[in-house]
C-alpha cells in the first residue's frame, strides 16, 4: 500500500510540472512582416521578461493559459495566451506615439526660442529631425 502511494505522488509531481511551464518562442513582426528587433515580451503579472533579437525573435518560459504582452514602441501593445510553443505576432502602428513626439518638439521649440542665447540651435533642430 505505501509503494502504490508512493507511486501516486512521484505521478503526481511530474504531471505538475508538465504543466507549469514551457519555453515559448515566436517572432514579433510589423504590419508589413518585417521583423521587430527589441520588442518587450513579458508574462503578464510576472517580472518574467525578455526582448526580441536582431531577427525580432523570441524565447520565454510561460505556462499554459498564461498571458504574454508584446510592445514596441510607436506600436500598440498585444496580448496572447499561451496555448502553444510557439506564437507569431504582428504589432499594428498606434497613431499617438507621433502625437507624443510633435508635442514634445513643439514644447522644445517655444522653451528654446524663448529662453535660449543659442537660437542657431532652435534654428536647426527641426531640420535636423526632418519635423
Given amino acids: 500500500m505505501n509503494f ?4 501516486g505522488v512521484l505521478l503526481l509531481a511530474l504531471m505538475s510540472t508538465a504543466v507549469w511551464a514551457q519555453t515559448v518562442s515566436g517572432t514579433v513582426m510589423d504590419e ?39 510592445s514596441y514602441v510607436g506600436y500598440a501593445t498585444q496580448n496572447v495566451v499561451v496555448n502553444n510553443a510557439t506564437h507569431d505576432v504582428s504589432l499594428q502602428p498606434s497613431g ?21 542665447p543659442l537660437r542657431l540651435v532652435c534654428w536647426t533642430m527641426p531640420f535636423l529631425l526632418r519635423i
Avoid at 527589441?38 to 505556462?63: E, H, L, R, W
Avoid at 514644447?107 to 529662453?115: A, D, E, G, I, S
Fill in 32 to 70: 508589413n512582416n518585417q521583423p521587430l528587433p527589441g520588442a518587450t515580451v513579458i508574462v503578464q503579472g510576472t517580472t518574467t521578461g525578455t526582448f526580441t533579437d536582431f531577427d525580432g525573435k523570441y524565447q520565454i518560459n510561460a505556462a499554459q493559459g498564461q498571458t504574454l504582452v508584446f
Fill in 96 to 116: 499617438q506615439s507621433w502625437n507624443c513626439l510633435r508635442q514634445l518638439t513643439a514644447f522644445w521649440w517655444r522653451q528654446c526660442l524663448l529662453k535660449t
Fill in 4 to 7: 502504490i502511494r508512493h507511486i
